[in-house]
Each structure stands twice: as C-alpha cells, then as structure tokens.
C-alpha cells in the first residue's frame, strides 16, 4: 500500500461509546496530524505531532485523545463523544526537514456519526 | 497570525469556460503556497504548489502564480470539465511551523 490510510472509512457510535480513529503513512514522513472536517466549517487543526511528540494541540476536548506510538501510526480515541463531533476526520502526514516545504499528503477520512 | 482568505461558492459554470478562485494570503516570513483539491468521498490532494515570489505552480491544467507584492495565488484553468467538480482549497506553510493554514475552501460544479 502506499500514501496514507484510514481506517475505518465510516464510524457509528453512541455517546457512551469508545472507539479508535487508526492512520497509517507508506511514505516515510516525519510529521502526523488530525484534522477535523464539519460540514459548512473551515478545515480545523486537531493535533500535530513531529517525530512522535505532540508540537500542537489545538485546545481540542479531552473526550478526543491522540497517540503516536511510531512515526508511520497515528490514533485518535474516542470516548463520550456529543452528536456535534459528528464529522470528517481526515489524518495527514508530512516531511518536515526544516528546509523545505512539503505538502500535506491525506488519507481519505473516516466518516463519524455520533448518535 | 497567518491566514488565508478565499474567493465565497459555489462557483457554478460550465464545460469550457475559464475558472478563476482568489485566494489571498497574510504571513510572516516567507511562506510557502499551496492549492488542494477534494473529491467527493476523499480527503484533500495537492494539485499544485509554489515555494517562492514569482513561481508559477502548475498541474493538470490548473496554474497559480505566488504574487508576494499583492499577497495572492489565484487559480486558473483556461477550459474546465466536469471531472474537475470538487472543493479547492487555498493554504500556505512555512517552514517548522508545524502546521498549515487553509482557507475556507471554494466549492467548483462544472455542468456539461
């Protein structure tokens, strides 16, 4: 496989549910993150980690959890969610080399739906 | 801080007819620009990029020139088809900042 890839691709949960967001990167980059994807909202930045360690966590509620155990897998658990956190959450990798620039490279998503 | 604005949608036109999405951008520093795409049922893929003033990004018929005088990077294709429906984003990204800053995205239907 190659790119970047999310797993599941759709999530039913209720609200006393927990569950796990699972990303994997093929292309050996350095830098992870989670986006959030509402519908009608602007893309917003969940967390981002660089070789593992969380740089970025955008005031994001404690009911969303993240974890990178290795530099190619990305979690994010979930428990107690609310029906607003119904979304697109889209996984996304980069190489940061503090030279360039690199584009984002994404998966495809998995589709949440908190009832 | 940084941000990116983009021209409001839905843009609707149809097959053949030239597109333009504004996009505008405020940074320090010297960012780097991007434009994604997103097709439905998918997550966002880089259709072009441009590291520097004056560097025109250019990829499946789609350019975008980064103007550092008047802070933008439209994007432009000469005949649009219906394959290109989807929603563009403009973002830009500096270097160690650890993140990227997207605008809202632009929603494109092209109809035949």
């Known amino acids: 496989e190659t790119g970047v890839t999310q797993t599941p691709r759709h999530l039913v949960m209720g609200m006393t549910n927990k569950k796990s967001l699972k990303c994997e990167q093929h292309?050996?980059?350095?830098?992870m993150y989670w986006y959030k994807q509402s519908a009608k909202k602007p893309l917003e930045l969940m967390f981002v980690y660089s070789l593992e360690e969380r740089v970025e966590n955008n005031s994001v509620p404690s009911r969303f959890s993240p974890e990178c155990p290795n530099s190619s897998h990305l979690f994010l658990h979930l428990h107690t969610l609310q029906p607003e956190d119904s979304a697109l959450y889209l996984c996304a990798s980069s190489q940061d080399d503090g030279v360039s620039n690199s584009p984002l490279h994404f998966g495809n998503g998995t589709r949440l739906t908190v009832t | 801080g940084d941000s990116v604005t983009q021209m409001e949608g839905p843009v609707t036109l149809s097959e053949e007819a030239f597109l333009t999405i504004n996009c505008t951008y405020t940074?320090?520093?010297?960012?780097?620009l991007f434009w994604y795409v997103q097709y439905p049922g998918e997550g966002l893929q880089l259709l072009l990029k441009a590291t520097k003033a004056d560097d025109k990004g250019s990829n499946k018929g789609f350019e975008a020139t980064y103007r550092k005088e008047t802070t933008s990077f439209h994007l432009e294709k000469g005949s649009v088809q219906v394959s290109d429906s989807a929603v563009y984003f403009c973002?830009?990204?500096?270097?160690?900042?650890?993140?990227?800053?997207f605008g809202d995205g632009t929603t494109l239907t092209v109809k035949p």
């Open positions: 940074a320090t520093g010297y960012p780097s």
């Open positions: 973002a830009l990204k500096k270097i160690n900042a650890g993140k990227s800053t």
């Open positions: 292309l050996g980059h350095n830098a």
